[in-house]
T-cell receptor, first 117, second 113 residues
Framework: GAGVSQSPSNKVTEKGKDVELRCDPISGHTALYWYRQSLGQGLEFLIY????????KSGLPSDRFSAERTGGSVSTLTIQRTQQEDSAVYLC???????????????FGPGTRLLVL | GDSVTQMEGPVTLSEEAFLTINCTYT??????LFWYVQYPGEGLQLLLKATKADDKGSNKGFEATYRKETTSFHLEKGSVQVSDSAVYFC????????????FGAGTRLTVKP
């Protein structure tokens, strides 16, 4: 497909379990972003990748959250020892990240809806 | 820090009514400004954007003008349709080391026939 894809689309887990969320960006996009959208809230920036490196991890809510990106493509967001407050929609986006600053458009995936019981 | 403040919702309008959703920003540099829209059951998608002062972004009858003097990027549409019912997010992007997008809290619009 041509768009950003995410899996799973829905995940229900028990408190204390680990979960792994996957994002496949648009082919050729070098920048990848993770956001969290809690019920009734706006989007909260989590982390951004430029290629395989993550210059800014300051948005990760706690050390239970980690993310990696390999091969400059697929990214996984891992939440360890999940808590009920982690329940949210996790959105991934990618952009081309051209050499000139041009107000790049981010293309969003459909999100993974996580529910921690 | 950089941030976006947008009009709280929900907003309910009748079809063909005029729409304004206010958005103001705070930024240390010169951001690009965006409106994203999330239709029911769908992912976020770009509605329009403006990359410098006085630029007007437009799409699907929606418009927003980048006003540096008032640090605003209000979204307007002259005649809304039922199909415009969605959540609208104002956002800014200030490229730098972080390169992240700052989003407003979103405004839910419902248009009734």
């Amino acid at each position: 497909g041509a768009g950003v894809s995410q899996s799973p689309s829905n995940k229900v887990t028990e408190k204390g379990k680990d979960v792994e969320l996957r994002c496949d960006p648009i082919s050729g996009h070098t920048a990848l972003y993770w956001y969290r959208q809690s019920l009734g809230q706006g989007l909260e920036f989590l982390i951004y990748f430029q290629g395989n490196s993550a210059p800014d991890k300051s948005g990760l809510p706690s050390d239970r959250f980690s993310a990696e990106r390999t091969g400059g493509s697929v990214s996984t967001l891992t939440i360890q020892r999940t808590q009920q407050e982690d329940s949210a929609v996790y959105l991934c986006a990618s952009s081309f990240q051209g050499p000139q600053w041009s107000g790049e458009t981010q293309y969003f995936g459909p999100g993974t809806r996580l529910l921690v019981l | 820090g950089d941030s976006v403040t947008q009009m709280e919702g929900p907003v309910t309008l009748s079809e063909e009514a005029f729409l304004t959703i206010n958005c103001t920003y705070t930024a240390t540099g010169y951001p690009s400004l965006f409106w994203y829209v999330q239709y029911p059951g769908e992912g976020l998608q770009l509605l329009l954007k403006a990359t410098k002062a006085d630029d007007k972004g437009s799409n699907k009858g929606f418009e927003a003008t980048y006003r540096k003097e008032t640090t605003s990027f209000h979204l307007e549409k002259g005649s809304v349709q039922v199909s415009d019912s969605a959540v609208y997010f104002c956002a800014l992007h200030l490229r730098g080391d972080n390169n992240d997008m700052r989003f407003g809290a979103g405004t839910r619009l419902t248009v009734k026939p």
